[in-house]
């Protein structure tokens, strides 16, 4: 490959790997996208010649500050362009200072006597190194070359030296790339722009080295040490992301390095400073190089509000998004709640890290961000997951300002929780949210949705019902995912125990282009004020949440319930179940101190099998919207297709109000997440309307007029009062002749009524209550049935000629409606 074609290569890939560094730009460095990056080679110094083919050369000059000292160290080649082998054993060499200081030195490279034979046309390089004087300049010092000469005072011929200019560098400058070549390791580095972030009491320093491995075999280097090296020559050292770096030739590698400075370094000037461990029992560690640093704006250190990021995991570019920001702010705390979305934009899955979450103020203070829910540690190509997060701080901190902090998770005993990436929170008061998302899995692709939000009353507290819809938009037949709902409402998160997500349909698999549907529920106190609901959707795999489906937000205020019209009916369809109420009448019975409203409803299986009725659950409505809780007395048996059921239900109310003033509003009960049926104990309901009531009848008819009481007709043929035959005085056979007949379409009926005729006379009033059709002793269908009843009063014996009042009323649980009132003046002897 061409120097020209390499070097676009290499820059190709630091313009990709540039964009995702610990900490989200928007914008390339200026490093990666000039295309004149050179490579740069310290100047060359001069060559001493040992024979007169063969010679010494120095490639590099670097000083090194180890505990305290200060070392030089020089990396030496010899090139034997002889037609005989040279052995080094013959050579010394030293250094000096131009003050006239000689240091003994150590030699790295040449650790067995056969690495001291250097056969012709090859070449050898090795490490010359001392401990100098820490106020040298590299300029102050000289290699010298020594040659062994037993025929010369001293032994030492000196053959030359090499002398360093006061123009030699070793620093890469910033946008350049560095060769390393030690020993059989050959590679291409460059450096990233150096980020300083203030995070609470620390200065947070991160960069991005990237590596590319010009060599022919993989090469380990994991014997790197990374390290900022300020002016004065303090030495903070790096960590790097990858722990094992292993690189194959001709690949690259962006290593994130990451360390945490006090905040008085902020001023400080830095270089970025490589070094390599070498030897196993006794280490020693080597300066490799220095490059220049350039900082970083902080201004592209924090993600702005609503605005996507980038992140690196596993070498794959991350794209992440802070959405959905709540505050719900009581006297002690403000309790937030927000969603990080992270979707991947490379081509592998990659294993998500447990970071750590936190929330940062303006002030620097550190408050934890909680996960609300596990999610899958897994993100495969072009999919995102979205993960909740709650926080409470105190309510008096101020909200402007707010930062999501992004950390690694620190390992035991280390302090390596360093900054991976921060963002500027939204916010509340410009935060939307979406009633609808594409969920992509493993089973398929789905469209969630949510709709029609109700409240309801339920006994001391309310129901807020929402409807889920999952539709199948793959090109295949997919099952429906399970699902668990988390629920905040204005930003408070609900107890799990408090909410359900009813299967409505019962599907197990959706055809394309099919939908299913799931209510979801929950209890709030009937004091709670909240205007809307946030609600988190996540797929239960193996009975445990790892995948957040979708993060939904939803509006509670003004939520209206369906009305359905006296003339309409109310649809109650269920999994399997099919049905329809129709009201027929409505009547209120006048009690003691309450009156009893009682109405009366056809229930239809519209479907084409037997089932049980849906179970309901009714509140009468007044018309200062006060809910009063009804009895629904339905029927347990099955209803055949298109049969009816008689359905009847009631309720006490305050004296003042009549059947013409209420609404009645019906709703499915449900119990454990699922519609409830026969006898069940309903712990909630939905799909609520409310139904406007028939008018009432309350025209008075004649006594021998029909008369309605579902599923009766009652009609009263003749009536007298009869004393023949009868010796106590007062006693008095009432004698009266009915029709009763049932109109019998209804399969079942628990509609329980009571007739009670009263005589009333001179301001008494005698009562006898008959059941209808209910075995001996009631009311029994048939034409032109006789009964009597006997009265015995002595008063009664005064009206004989002047006749007594007849009242007839329709009696539910206590209360009464008059039906029929006639004066009687047919009184026999």
Do not use: C
């Not at 009609?715 to 109109?743: P, R």
């Amino acid at each position: 490959m061409n120097r020209k074609k390499y070097v676009a290569v290499v820059l190709s890939f630091i313009m990709a790997v540039s964009m995702t560094g610990p900490l989200m730009s928007s914008k390339v460095e200026a490093s990666a996208v000039k295309s004149s990056n050179p490579v740069f080679k310290p100047a060359a110094l001069n060559k001493v010649n040992l024979t007169s083919k063969s010679y010494l050369s120095v490639s590099d000059v670097q000083f090194y500050n180890v505990k305290n000292d200060k070392v030089v160290y020089y990396t030496v080649t010899i090139q034997n362009n002889d037609t005989k082998s040279l052995n080094l054993m013959d050579y010394w060499f030293n250094i000096k200072s131009n003050t006239g200081e000689k240091y003994p030195i150590q030699l790295l490279g040449l650790a067995e006597k056969k690495d001291n034979l250097i056969v012709p046309n090859t070449s050898k390089t090795f490490k010359i190194y001392t401990k100098v004087n820490s106020k040298l300049n590299l300029y102050n010092l000289s290699l010298n070359v020594i040659k062994w000469d037993f025929s010369v005072p001293g032994f030492e011929r000196s053959i030359g030296k090499v002398t360093i200019p006061t123009t030699y560098s070793n620093v890469t400058p910033i946008g350049s790339y560095k060769n390393i070549q030690d020993g059989d390791k050959k590679v291409q580095t460059i450096a990233s722009s150096l980020q300083l972030v203030n995070i609470a009491d620390k200065l947070e320093a991160q960069m991005t080295f990237y590596i590319r491995n010009t060599g022919d075999t993989t090469l380990l280097l994991n014997n790197y040490n990374y390290y900022l090296k300020t002016s004065t020559n303090k030495y903070y050292q790096l960590e790097s992301e990858i722990k094992e770096l292993s690189i194959a030739p001709g690949e690259n590698k962006a290593v994130v390095l990451y360390a945490k400075l006090p905040l008085t370094a902020s001023k400080e000037k830095f270089q970025l400073f490589i070094s390599s461990v070498e030897g196993t029992e006794n280490k020693v560690e080597l300066p490799v190089g220095y490059y220049a640093m350039m900082f970083k704006s902080k201004l592209n250190s924090t993600v702005a509000a609503g605005k996507p990021g980038l992140i690196t995991v596993q070498g794959q570019s991350i794209s992440t998004q802070v959405n959905n920001t709540m505050v719900d702010t009581n006297s002690e705390y403000h309790n937030i709640t927000m969603t990080y979305k992270m979707e991947n934009k490379g081509k592998n899955p990659v294993s998500l890290p447990k970071n750590q979450y936190q929330l940062m103020t303006k002030d620097q203070l550190l408050y934890p961000l909680t996960i609300a829910e596990e999610v899958a540690t897994e993100l495969l190509p072009n999919l995102s997951k979205e993960i909740v997060l709650t926080a409470s701080i105190p309510a008096n901190t101020s909200l402007d300002g707010l930062k999501l902090v992004i950390k690694k998770t620190k390992e035991e005993n280390k302090t390596n929780d360093y900054l991976i990436a921060q963002y500027q929170v939204p916010p509340t008061n410009t935060t939307t949210g979406s009633n609808k998302t594409t969920y992509v899995s493993k089973q398929g692709v789905y469209e969630v949705s949510m709709s029609g939000v109700e409240r309801l009353p339920w006994d001391k507290d309310d129901l807020v019902n929402t409807k889920v819809t999952i539709k199948n938009v793959g090109n295949k037949m997919q099952p429906v995912p399970s699902l668990k709902p988390t629920v905040w409402l204005n930003g408070v998160k609900l107890d799990e125990k408090l909410v359900q997500l009813l299967d409505v349909q019962g599907e197990v698999g959706l055809e394309v282009g099919k939908s299913t549907e799931y209510i979801l529920t929950t209890k709030v106190a009937n004091d709670s004020k909240f205007n809307n609901a946030k609600i988190q959707l996540s797929e239960i795999i193996d009975g445990k949440p790892v995948n957040n489906v979708g993060y939904f937000v939803v509006a509670t205020q003004d939520t209206k319930l369906p009305i359905v019209k006296s003339n309409e009916y109310y649809l109650a369809n269920q999994p399997g179940t099919k049905a329809s109420l129709t009201a027929l009448d409505s009547n209120t019975y006048i009690g003691k101190n309450t009156n009893v409203i009682n109405s009366v409803f056809s229930f239809k299986n519209t479907g084409d099998r037997y089932i049980q009725l849906p179970q309901l659950k009714a509140y009468y409505i007044t018309p200062d919207s006060t809910y009063i809780p009804a009895q629904v007395n339905s029927v347990e048996q099955e209803i055949s297709p298109n049969g009816l059921a008689l359905l009847s239900i009631n309720a006490d109310v305050p004296g003042k109000y009549n059947s013409k003033d209420l609404k009645l509003m019906v709703g499915q009960g449900i119990t454990n997440g699922k519609y409830a049926t026969g006898k069940d104990k309903s712990d909630g309901y939905v799909a609520a309307s409310i139904l406007e009531l028939p008018k009432e009848n309350n025209d008075k008819v004649n006594l021998f007029t029909p008369i309605d009481i579902r599923p009766y007709t009652f009609k009263i043929n003749k009536i007298s009062a009869n004393k023949s035959g009868l010796s106590n005085i007062g006693e008095v056979k009432l004698d009266f002749n009915y029709d009763l007949s049932q109109y019998n379409p209804y399969e079942g009926t628990n509609n329980v009524h009571k007739l009670v005729f009263q005589v009333e006379y001179n301001g008494k009033k005698i009562d006898k209550v008959f059941e209808i059709n209910n075995g001996s002793g009631t009311l029994a269908l048939g034409d032109k049935v006789a009964e009597t009843f006997m009265i015995n009063d002595i008063a009664f014996d005064t009206i004989e000629h002047s006749g007594f009042t007849l009242n007839i009323y329709d009696e539910v649980q206590g209360a009464r409606k008059l039906l029929i009132s006639h004066k009687v003046y047919s009184f026999t002897s």
